[in-house]
């Protein structure tokens, strides 16, 4: 009798186990022949969520309706030309969106695009307007990670590699580069200055809430490091974190003071273990929520956290990821 019971009962908390695992992950295929929900913005309406693609659109997500066009980085990002392999492929005619952030006191949509440099989507929607493809008159090559000063709207960008292009990533990787920068562009002056040259894979970035830092990833290296924007130390870098392996983007979550990184293990044939690390602001590890088992062995590129979900992007992948915290 005990141990029929404790049969029902162990079934019973097994088919639960499974319940609520389908129940806290849900996936969001991209559609069209898109792919690479590489990074997400959310809006102050607390509705829905952002994500740029291949082809150089940006998909908004809206609650019941789907996913609906945003913003295009250039004519041809609209066309069914810049679908699929072709999209691609031909990158520096579509556009690639990498990171991307609002200016929330604007409404404007900032986009760090990996072959065409940095853009602003206006309020609202629709063609991206180009800001810079270079600083110190030398081509920004690839650009990867952003992030928007909350308190200033000052925006902070990075280009993982100044020698290798968005399509030769792996190469970048594989010679270990390190020709990397952590660039600042403020709106108010229109200027793009660099801060930080020679990073190894530099592939996000993301401002503290008080906006006194500002932390970025060295993918190849698997460090990250910390640039200071206030106080006695502004203008110097130091290593924040060797603790969490190939880190890709950044974010803060909310004005908790804490982070989550994106993180894989790189082997030479591949990424493997994506996961969530969650960082507080003394580079020390709170928590590692693996996504493996969802996501397989891809390039997780962000884990970024809102309203209670974790939303999960990928470099080439056919859908975002959002699991229930
Ligand atoms: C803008 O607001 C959204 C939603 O509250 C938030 O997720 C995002 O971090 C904010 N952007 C910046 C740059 O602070």
């Given at each position: 009798?005990?141990s029929?019971?404790?049969?029902i009962s162990?079934?019973l908390?097994?088919s639960l186990?499974i319940?609520?695992?389908?129940?806290?992950?849900q996936?969001?295929?991209?559609?069209?022949?898109r792919?690479?929900?590489?990074?997400f913005?959310?809006?102050?309406?607390?509705?829905?969520?952002?994500?740029?693609?291949?082809g150089?659109?940006?998909?908004?997500y809206?609650?019941?309706?789907?996913?609906?066009d945003?913003?295009y980085?250039?004519?041809s990002?609209?066309?069914?030309?810049c679908d699929?392999?072709?999209g691609?492929?031909?990158?520096?005619?579509c556009?690639?969106?990498?990171g991307i952030?609002?200016?929330n006191?604007?409404g404007?949509?900032?986009?760090a695009d990996a072959?065409?440099?940095?853009?602003v989507?206006?309020s609202?929607?629709?063609?991206?307007?180009?800001?810079a493809?270079?600083a110190?008159?030398?081509?920004?090559?690839?650009?990867?990670?952003?992030?928007?000063?909350p308190?200033?709207?000052?925006?902070?960008?990075?280009s993982?590699s100044?020698?290798?292009s968005?399509g030769?990533?792996l190469?970048a990787?594989?010679?270990?580069?390190a020709s990397?920068?952590l660039?600042?562009y403020?709106?108010?002056?229109r200027?793009?200055t660099?801060l930080?040259?020679g990073?190894?894979?530099?592939?996000?970035?993301?401002?503290?809430?008080?906006?006194?830092?500002?932390?970025?990833?060295?993918?190849?290296?698997s460090n990250?490091?910390?640039?200071?924007?206030?106080?006695?130390?502004?203008?110097?870098s130091?290593d924040?974190?060797?603790a969490?392996?190939?880190?890709?983007n950044?974010?803060r979550?909310g004005?908790?003071g804490?982070?989550?990184?994106?993180?894989?293990?790189?082997?030479?044939t591949?990424?493997t273990?994506?996961?969530?690390?969650?960082?507080?602001s003394?580079?020390?590890?709170?928590q590692t929520?693996s996504?493996k088992d969802?996501?397989?062995?891809?390039?997780?590129?962000?884990?970024?956290?809102?309203?209670g979900?974790?939303?999960?992007?990928?470099l080439s992948g056919p859908?975002?990821?959002?699991?229930?915290?």
């Amino acid at each position: 009798m005990t141990s029929f019971v404790s049969v029902i009962s162990l079934l019973l908390s097994f088919s639960l186990a499974i319940f609520s695992d389908a129940a806290s992950f849900q996936k969001f295929p991209v559609p069209g022949k898109r792919s690479g929900p590489e990074a997400f913005a959310f809006d102050s309406t607390g509705k829905g969520f952002y994500t740029g693609v291949s082809g150089g659109k940006i998909f908004k997500y809206l609650p019941g309706k789907g996913f609906v066009d945003f913003g295009y980085i250039t004519v041809s990002s609209k066309s069914q030309w810049c679908d699929g392999a072709l999209g691609i492929a031909y990158m520096s005619k579509c556009g690639r969106p990498a990171g991307i952030a609002f200016n929330n006191k604007t409404g404007e949509l900032y986009v760090a695009d990996a072959p065409l440099g940095l853009h602003v989507i206006p309020s609202g929607g629709g063609y991206a307007k180009k800001i810079a493809d270079r600083a110190d008159g030398k081509s920004f090559l690839f650009l990867d990670g952003l992030d928007v000063d909350p308190t200033t709207g000052v925006v902070y960008f990075t280009s993982f590699s100044s020698k290798f292009s968005p399509g030769d990533v792996l190469k970048a990787v594989a010679s270990k580069d390190a020709s990397g920068k952590l660039f600042k562009y403020d709106p108010s002056k229109r200027v793009v200055t660099v801060l930080l040259e020679g990073l190894s894979g530099s592939a996000g970035c993301a401002v503290s809430s008080d906006g006194s830092f500002v932390l970025v990833s060295q993918f190849t290296k698997s460090n990250i490091k910390r640039y200071w924007i206030k106080g006695s130390k502004a203008g110097t870098s130091e290593d924040f974190t060797n603790a969490v392996s190939n880190p890709d983007n950044i974010k803060r979550i909310g004005s908790s003071g804490n982070f989550w990184v994106a993180s894989v293990v790189n082997t030479a044939t591949g990424p493997t273990n994506p996961s969530a690390v969650k960082i507080n602001s003394d580079g020390r590890v709170l928590q590692t929520i693996s996504v493996k088992d969802k996501f397989g062995d891809t390039l997780v590129s962000e884990v970024n956290e809102f309203e209670g979900r974790l939303y999960v992007g990928t470099l080439s992948g056919p859908f975002a990821g959002i699991i229930d915290l």
